[in-house]
Structure formats: structure tokens, C-alpha cells
């Protein structure tokens, strides 16, 4: 342990005394260096070239940290051929030179790619082809270690051919995992330039050393699967979703290891993000994605952390995809994304009711999909979420497009249900409560108010044009019983009102004087109940018309119906 923290303490003090030369110091220095390996031409003088490489990749990686977009710094090192050093060096059978070679070459291609007109040599190529085959554990790794990162910039692939044969080999056959891992860091770099047939080959071994693995190995495994999707998606997106990762990651959600779930749904939902998301979601449908969630709703029912997980991304995949099957509405899942919506345990779950719009939005059968959603409770919980004053309906608009899908639904649909429904939820009542309030907040209130004009507008319009917003200095209009208005300028309680229901009232001859019957009253109540018009909302409208009458029937009405201009 002491040694190696004084190789750290002697390395630190080296870079110390370096960052504060000039960089054509270090080249300087640099080139020196290169200059006296060209000269060492026996084996017995080897040990001198591992002391010059150690030396070198100390001053090309200060020489990288300076200045690395550095042109003169380019030329250079380009120009002392030392493509052809290093490949020379890598030439002798000797791991310990091999590994620190290799180590200086990574540095230095970071370099060098930035210079467009920078192109690795056949012979350098081949050579390190050869050394992703050596016996040695540290020269593959500081091989692969390599060619990722020139690969990186697609140089390789594009410009020299890669011979993929060796990295194909280390993933199907290699056993040791940090080896391994490094294969597939090199194969996500050329998964979208390879060939179908090798592209199976490592697909199929990947995916079947998923299915052998837990834990992190495994969580490791799922996301470099997902980064392999992500980087043929940008290329393929047909050949990405249908090469078989999406069936692969909806199998580990199976596992009983809640890591290697947690990151399969973290998948799932990056996935789901892509441009043109619409086939991503289907192949995740056709591979069971929805029954899988439900049984392992079932499974993990009392683990907080992973069941909203498991809702949002049933809600997500659900909403991404077109005409989603009303038959798996009917699953668990969605029950419980409904009943989820306004627990405050699991907070943020709002933009559930968006995903919920956009399944019935989507399907085809929308009478059905309402009536699934219905039974599990929708409109009570549209209903609950927005009684709730510190909801900010100004940012989640899904909230506000539901209600709509539903008010619609109603207004054109032969089953009362839905209707029924939404006048008992009071959910009028309840936005009508927003607008009202003096601590609300203006955003909300902005919505609210948005929300009845254009949603609940069937109910605060009335057949006669002569019931306007009321004006207390107006002239009363003795036709209507109703003082006169200015058109366009809606009061906000008359408009907020089940006017549906005042509408057949107001249409009645001499209403302000019946509405001091106690029997009409009663009347009118069975008569709204009839029309389901809920007992509160029958009040309410009373209320309203009581209101009115306060402000228009003076103490000079002649018993007959006319209102005459008097004090009350």
C-alpha cells in the first residue's frame, strides 16, 4: 500500500513540475524521447524503451491536458512518424512494453482525431487487431481500451475496415468478465456498421449471458443493451426494435432481483423517448410488457419503490402506442394507475392523467376504454385532484385535456352514464370553487376558467338570448325579468352555474314569483332529479335564482308577473 501511495505521490509531483513548462517544452522533450527509441535496435536494449515509454505517457498526456486542439501540436507529432514507432514497439512479444505502448497509443489518438485529415496506418491497424488476440489479460484489456476510444470518432470502422472477427470472439467465448465488458464497450461503438450476421451472433450470446447473470452484472448487462438499441435506432429504427432487445429486457423484468428490475424499467422508459416511439411501444406490447407489469404488481405489491415505477412506464408505453387494446386495460396495472393518481405517497404521478387521455384519445373503441376507466374510478379522481387547492393544474394539461375527452364523450354518446357521473362528481363544482377562490392561484384560476368556457360551455349557455351578466345600474328588461347586460362581458357566477337546469326554470312564465312556492319548489326538485341533475347542484341553481329575484321583485310588483322598479 506504501509503494503505491508513493508511485501516486511521485506520479502527482511529475505532473506538478510538468503543467508548468511550455508545451514546446514538452514537444520538445517529447520528440527527444521518440528520437532515442528509433535508435535502441537490439532486444538486450529493451529495458531502456520501458523506461522512455513510461516518460512518454507522462508528457503526451500534459501535452493532452495544455493543448489538445493544438495544430502545430498535430503536425508534429504526425510528422516523426510515430505510427510507425509505435507500431514497431508493439511488435515484440513483450506484455509489460505492450501495455504501456498501448496506453500512450489511446492518448494519443485522443489527440490526433481531431485533425480531419489524421488517418491510422494499415500496418498500425492490424497490429492492434493481432494484440485483441494475445494471451496476455492486460494487453487485450489495454487493446480494447484502444480501440474504443478511437472508435469513438469512427475512424476506424469507416476509413480502414475493422476486423470485428477478434472482439466477436472475446464476447461469445471470453470468460473473463472485465475483459468481456470491455468487448462490449468496443461493440457499442460499431454495432450500427457491422454485419447482420455477426450483430446476431453477439446479440444472441449478450442475451444469453443476461439470462445467466443478477445482480450488477446483470444491471450492467441491461444497460449496455439499451445503449446497443439507442445507437442502431439513430441509424435502423426498424432493424433496432426488431433485433430482439425488447423482448430481452421485458424478460428480466422476471427476475427476483429488484436491482436488475429497477434497471430494466429504466430501460423501458429511456427507450420509450425515442422520435417515433409509437413501434418502440407496440414491440414492447407484443412482448408482454403489460401482463408482465401486472404480475409483478403483484409480486412487489409492498415494495413502495418499485410499483410506481411499474405504473408510469405501463402508463407511458400504453399512451405511446396507437390504438391500444381495450382488453389489456382490463389488467391489474391499470386499475392500480387509476386508484394511484392522487396518492400523495407517490408524488408526481399527475401526468398520469395525460397518459389515460391519450389511451382513449387513441383507441378505437372509446366507449369501451371510458367504461373501463370509469369502473376504476376516473372520475372520482379527477374530481379529488382538483378539490385539491395546492394542485397546479397549469402543469398538467392532461388533467384538463381528460376532462374534455370525457365532457365530449358525454355530449355525443348515447349512454348517460359518463354524464351522470360527471355531474355527480362535481367536477363543475369543483373548478367553479377555483375560480371563486381568493387564494387560489392566478394560474390556476386562469385554467379553471379556461377549462368551463371551453368544456362545460353546454352548461352556462341558456337558450334565451335576454339572460346576460348582470349589471346593477341596468335598466331592468321587463320581458325577461332580468336586468340588462353587456354582451360579451360574462359574470363569472351566472356563467358558472348549471344553467343547463336554470334554462328550463327562466323559460317558465312568472318564475320569481313560483319560486316562493314552497310546493313548485319541490316541484321542480323531483323534476331535477328526473333530469339528473344532482341535489346539490339543484340547491345551488336555486340560490342563483333566489339572487335574482332579490335584485329584481320589488315592493311595486302588481301581483300579476310585472316587474316594477322599486326599493326591495
Same mark, same amino acid.
Given at each position: ?198 450483430? +446476431? ?18 444491471? /450492467? ?125 407517490? +408524488? ?197 335564482? /333566489? ?8 315592493? +311595486?310588483?302588481? /301581483?300579476? /308577473? ?7
Amino acid at each position: 500500500m506504501n509503494e503505491i501511495i508513493k508511485s501516486k505521490f511521485d506520479q502527482n509531483s511529475t505532473l506538478l513540475i510538468l503543467s508548468n513548462m511550455r508545451s514546446n517544452d514538452i514537444m520538445k522533450e517529447l520528440i527527444k524521447h521518440l528520437e532515442d527509441l528509433k535508435l535502441l535496435t537490439t532486444d538486450a536494449q529493451l529495458y531502456k524503451a520501458d523506461e522512455i515509454w513510461d516518460r512518454l505517457l507522462v508528457l503526451i498526456l500534459e501535452l493532452y491536458n495544455q493543448n489538445r486542439r493544438s495544430t502545430d501540436a498535430l503536425q508534429r507529432l504526425q510528422s516523426i512518424e510515430l505510427q510507425d514507432i509505435i507500431t514497431k514497439y508493439l511488435e515484440y512479444n513483450r506484455p509489460s512494453l505492450q501495455v504501456k505502448v498501448m496506453e500512450f497509443t489511446k492518448v494519443f489518438l485522443s489527440i490526433v482525431h481531431y485533425d480531419d485529415q489524421f488517418k491510422i496506418s494499415h500496418r498500425l491497424s492490424n497490429q492492434i487487431v493481432q494484440l485483441m488476440q494475445s494471451p496476455s489479460r492486460q494487453v487485450k484489456m489495454a487493446t480494447l481500451n484502444a480501440c474504443t476510444e478511437l472508435l469513438s470518432y469512427r475512424r476506424w470502422s469507416e476509413e480502414n475496415g475493422f476486423d470485428i472477427k477478434p472482439m466477436v470472439e472475446i464476447i461469445v467465448h471470453e470468460s473473463d468478465q472485465e475483459v468481456l465488458e470491455l468487448a462490449i464497450d468496443l461493440f457499442l461503438e460499431v454495432c450500427h456498421n457491422i454485419d447482420d450476421e455477426n450483430f +446476431g451472433i453477439v446479440l444472441s450470446r449478450l442475451v444469453s449471458r443476461l439470462e445467466s447473470y443478477n445482480g450488477s452484472v446483470a444491471a /450492467g448487462f441491461i444497460s449496455r443493451l439499451k445503449t446497443i438499441f439507442c445507437n442502431i435506432y439513430r441509424h435502423d429504427p426498424v432493424k433496432a426494435v426488431e433485433c430482439g432487445i425488447i423482448p430481452a429486457v421485458v424478460n428480466t423484468l422476471r427476475s427476483v432481483d429488484q436491482k436488475v428490475i429497477y434497471e430494466s424499467i429504466v430501460a423501458i422508459r429511456s427507450l420509450c423517448k425515442h422520435a417515433g416511439c409509437e413501434i418502440v411501444s407496440a414491440e414492447f406490447i407484443r412482448s408482454g410488457l403489460i401482463q408482465t407489469l401486472s404480475n409483478l404488481y403483484i409480486r412487489w405489491t409492498g415494495s413502495s419503490v418499485l410499483k410506481p415505477h411499474m405504473i408510469e412506464i405501463a402508463g407511458r408505453v400504453a399512451s405511446n402506442t396507437r390504438y391500444f387494446p381495450v382488453s389489456l386495460v382490463r389488467s391489474l396495472i391499470f386499475e392500480q394507475l387509476t386508484i394511484s393518481m392522487c396518492n400523495l405517497n407517490m +408524488g408526481g404521478f399527475l401526468y398520469l392523467f395525460g397518459y389515460v387521455n391519450n389511451m382513449i384519445e387513441k383507441s378505437k373503441n372509446k366507449a369501451e376504454m371510458i367504461k373501463a376507466f370509469q369502473e376504476y374510478g376516473i372520475v372520482q379522481q379527477l374530481n379529488t385532484i382538483i378539490s385539491r387547492r395546492s394542485i397546479d393544474l397549469y402543469d398538467y394539461n392532461g388533467i384538463v385535456k381528460l376532462i374534455k375527452t370525457l365532457v365530449d364523450f358525454a355530449d355525443n354518446h348515447p349512454d348517460s352514464s359518463i354524464c351522470t357521473e360527471l355531474d355527480q362528481g362535481r367536477i363543475f363544482e369543483s373548478l367553479m370553487a377555483i375560480v371563486q377562490s381568493d387564494t387560489a392561484d392566478y394560474r390556476n384560476k386562469r385554467v379553471a376558467e379556461q377549462t368551463i368556457e371551453m368544456y362545460f360551455q353546454h352548461r352556462v349557455n341558456v337558450a334565451s338570448s335576454d339572460i346576460q351578466p348582470y349589471n346593477d345600474n341596468a335598466e331592468i328588461d321587463m320581458k325577461s325579468g332580468m336586468a340588462g347586460y353587456t354582451h360579451g362581458k360574462a359574470r363569472t357566477l351566472v356563467e358558472m352555474q348549471y344553467i343547463q337546469y336554470l334554462q328550463c326554470i327562466l323559460c317558465k312564465p312568472m318564475w320569481w314569483i313560483d319560486i316562493t312556492n314552497q310546493h313548485i319548489v319541490e316541484q321542480w326538485k323531483a323534476d331535477s332529479l328526473d333530469r339528473n341533475i344532482s341535489p346539490s347542484t339543484f340547491n345551488l341553481a336555486l340560490e342563483q335564482l /333566489g339572487f335574482f329575484v332579490k335584485q329584481l321583485v320589488c315592493n +311595486g310588483s302588481d /301581483g300579476f /308577473g310585472t316587474i316594477v322598479p322599486g326599493t326591495c
